[in-house]
């Protein structure tokens, strides 16, 4: 099969151009003006993409697709119903996280998580290794992780109750680990000690609604976090990855130990951007209820002001939905299920509020969202760029097209979005994954275990 992709504006993260595209089988073949169709040849599909972007595919980097949440809970989208719906909005690449099982090892979990997903994504993946304890063989599991294509780790400064956090002998251990084998390190940054303190400040109340989780997790609390294991990399003279940044003081904190010269990076998502903590207080309060909290207005301006001087490399978007119905199950913040969707509504809102309000340009756009996660977690330049001989993961982006985003055009399983209402300027109008059309004019045309696992290789941040 041949797509001719023609009149269309590619933008990379170093210039905007007008050419056409031929793409053969899974990869990109020519890139230049006026490419004309063979005429010996009628198997061809030509797009005219006239007054249209072409990025790169989209990379959702943080997610939580079939997450399995103790003691009987799933999330509502599985790797099937995640990606299709991560497709309508542009994503031709996810990672998600294979978690380890105290008691387990890292290998197990990762061999565990490749059989879930496999033949079930219906775009291109990877996983994060989550890491919760050690035991002998870590080292030798860690670099046996790195040959399998895994290239990032999950640590955790926070759920020491759940059993996610390791101590802080063992932090250091694994730091040390990681960078001998040139792992990069991903966190969750909430400091535990002080979310336990606050926590007996309420002790006594029997029910804390879902207004108290951002007084429970505070800004502070990433703060600290990000101070501690922002240092502690820096001691050992490795770079570290901050997830899903919230907050102003924990930009501080970014800015304080880039400052020192450590080498910390950041990623951030939509909804620490766009929403604020006052949805908290609304009756259906729990559509909006992840950890780290939701913030104030205040922390939405830092984040994008974080975005556009650079402090910031990646906006993902955590997505980890459960519908409303398992939502709604318990109304105390102690218990809620954490995490909403987000993979669909990625590209659309970061191009609107984003480049539409002027904090960055389109190509700035197209590193957040596509170039720089793939250098970052190995997969440049397959992934994340529009070069001959690459993988032809591509999005054919109207950047005219407006549309208030609703509950009911989503395709996550979650059945709602805590975007509805929220108007974009610029949708995704055809998805392209290694060749072949997955979304065209809001239709399907993708297939469940289309997508492959990718080998990663080293971070570029090594
Ligand atoms: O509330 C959230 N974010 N749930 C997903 C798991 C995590 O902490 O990343
Ligand atoms: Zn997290």
């Known amino acids: 099969m041949k797509l001719l992709i023609k009149n269309g504006t590619i933008v990379t993260p170093e210039q905007i151009y007008k050419k056409d595209i031929l793409i053969i089988g899974e990869k990109i073949r ?3 003006e006026n490419i004309l169709p063979e005429k010996s040849s009628n198997n061809y599909k030509i797009i005219d993409a006239d007054d249209k972007y072409i990025l790169p595919g989209i990379i959702d980097a943080h997610t939580h697709y079939f997450m399995k949440s103790p003691p009987n809970n799933v999330t509502a989208d599985d790797f099937y119903s995640g990606s299709m ?14 978690e380890q099982q105290k008691g387990h090892s890292i290998i197990e979990a990762f061999i565990n998580r490749l059989e879930e997903a496999k033949g079930n994504a219906a775009i291109d993946y990877s996983f994060h290794q989550s890491v919760c304890s050690l035991y002998n063989n870590t080292k030798e599991d860690l670099k046996e992780l790195k040959d399998g294509g895994v290239s990032s780790l999950k640590l955790f400064t926070t759920y020491k109750e759940e059993g996610s956090m390791l101590d802080k002998e063992d932090l250091l251990e694994l730091l040390k680990m990681s960078r001998d084998s040139k792992l990069l390190v991903t966190v969750h940054a909430e400091d535990d000690e002080m979310i336990d303190q606050i926590k007996i400040k309420y002790k006594d109340k029997e029910k804390l609604p879902p207004c108290f989780h951002p007084l429970l997790r505070p ?13 502690m990399a820096k001691l050992l003279d490795m770079p570290i990855y901050i997830a899903h940044l919230s907050s102003k003081k924990g930009y501080r904190a970014l800015k304080e130990i880039k400052k020192s010269r450590g080498k910390i990076f950041a990623e951030t998502t939509p909804h620490y951007l766009l929403l604020t903590e006052d949805l908290l207080k609304k009756e259906d309060s729990q559509k909006y209820f992840m950890t780290p909290p939701l913030r104030d207005k205040e922390d939405n301006e830092a984040l994008w002001e974080a975005l556009r001087d650079k402090y910031i490399s990646v906006i993902d978007t955590d997505h980890c939905s459960y519908t409303t119905e398992q939502k709604f199950l318990s109304s105390n913040c102690l218990d809620i299920l954490a995490g909403i969707p987000g993979s669909e509504t990625l590209l659309p809102l970061v191009y609107s509020y984003g480049v539409g309000r002027g904090y960055f340009d389109v190509k700035n756009m197209v590193n957040l969202l596509s170039t720089n996660p793939a250098k970052i977690f190995g997969f440049y330049p397959e992934k994340g760029s529009l070069e001959v001989g690459t993988d032809a993961d591509l999005v054919i982006f109207d950047p005219k097209k407006e549309i208030i985003i609703s509950d009911s055009q989503q395709h996550t399983a979650a059945g709602y979005t805590p975007f509805d209402g929220f108007k974009v300027k610029g949708y995704p109008t055809t998805t392209i994954l290694r060749g072949k059309i997955i979304v065209n004019d809001n239709r399907f ?18």
């Open 219 to 231: 800004p502070e609390v990433e703060y600290s976090a990000i101070k501690e294991i922002g240092d």
């Open 30 to 32: 020519k890139i230049n």
């Open 445 to 462: 045309y993708g297939e469940k275990g289309g997508g492959k696992f990718l080998i990663g290789k080293e971070s570029a941040l090594y």
């Open 85 to 98: 719906s991560a497709a309508f909005g542009g994503v031709t690449t996810f990672i998600d996280y294979a």
